[in-house]
């Protein structure tokens, strides 16, 4: 199948990214949310984006008007009628991806695939809102969309291999590196090693044996990492790691994936941690 028109479902930070991403791809893109104004928002932070790229050189600013061109802006999820792929972008809410795909897959033509950029979330459970259960994969991006380079492609038990081929295509033609989830586990790969080493991490604040500050230090000399790890959950917001934690323990029903009580904590503090607001270096 060849893909040349993407819906994104959701103009929010990922959805926004991925929508850039996908239009400087040379790909027809319609960035679609239920309120106008985050949809308007996303492609200002977009135009920002490219502007800055154009300025330090990385972009002409010819291919910054031909990306921008190349997204219609959408309320309204019928205006996925004809789109070949759609990336679905919303909420970690497994009910709600569920009612979006039941709905996409009365909207959009026959062919088309539905995949969900959901981070841990069971792509077989959100494929059996739909009649199209083979079209239906995961391919979860990284944030920021623009800068990381690698896509996981998640194969739902009914997921043909036609499919995983397709949206391969459209990752190289994004210029991001695909490794494939062969089995539909919470977590994937990244999300769950991440949740793994965040544990440790936290655990380790708990038994006095390393402050936050010195573990990140730790980390990034020891093992070359670009960010500790409560900078990372303190980037990605340390309500989205108490979230995760707790849909993998319940999916696992497996004890080693309990939040630790200091992220409850934290969590019940009021404080999020996400970037520029109180997290783990305030607590």
């Known amino acids: 199948m060849t893909v040349s028109k993407i819906g994104v479902l959701g103009a929010g930070t990922m959805g926004g990214g991925i929508a850039q991403v996908a239009a400087q791809a040379g790909f ?13 928002k996303a492609v200002a932070r977009m135009e920002a984006f490219l502007s800055r790229s154009v300025e330090k050189g990385r972009l002409t600013a010819e291919l910054k008007g031909q990306a921008l061109n190349n997204i219609t802006k959408s309320a309204a999820v019928a205006d996925f009628a004809d789109v070949d792929l ?19 897959d009365q909207v959009c033509k026959a062919e088309a695939l539905l995949v969900t950029n959901t981070s841990s979330m069971s792509v077989t459970a959100i494929a059996g809102a739909t009649k199209r259960p083979q079209q239906v994969a995961g391919m ?29 295509e459209v990752a190289k033609k994004m210029g991001k590196t695909t490794v494939e989830v062969k089995k539909d586990f919470p977590g994937f790969i ?10 440790e991490a936290v655990r380790l604040v708990e038994e006095g044996v390393a ?43 497996d004890m080693r994936w309990n939040p630790p009580q200091t992220l409850k904590a934290l969590i019940k503090s009021g404080r999020f941690g996400r970037k520029n607001k109180s997290g783990w270096f305030d607590y």
Not at 86 to 99: G, M
Not at 190 to 199: E, G, H, S
């Open 28 to 40: 027809q893109v319609v960035l679609c949310d239920l309120e106008f104004s985050l949809v308007e």
């Open 86 to 104: 759609v990336i679905e972008a919303i909420s970690e809410d497994l009910e709600l991806k569920k009612e979006a795909f039941a709905q996409l």
């Open 140 to 168: 979860h991006f990284f944030n920021p969309p623009a800068l990381m380079k690698l896509v996981e492609v998640i194969r739902g038990y009914d997921t043909t291999d036609e499919t995983v081929k397709t949206i391969f």
């Open 211 to 253: 402050s936050p500050e010195d573990i990140d230090t730790a980390m990034k000399l020891g093992l070359n990492w670009p960010m500790g790890p409560f900078e990372l959950q303190d980037f990605m917001g340390v309500d989205v790691t108490y979230f995760i934690l707790n849909y993998l323990q319940d999916e696992f029903k």
């Open 190 to 199: 990244v999300t769950r090693v991440n949740m793994a080493q965040v544990i």
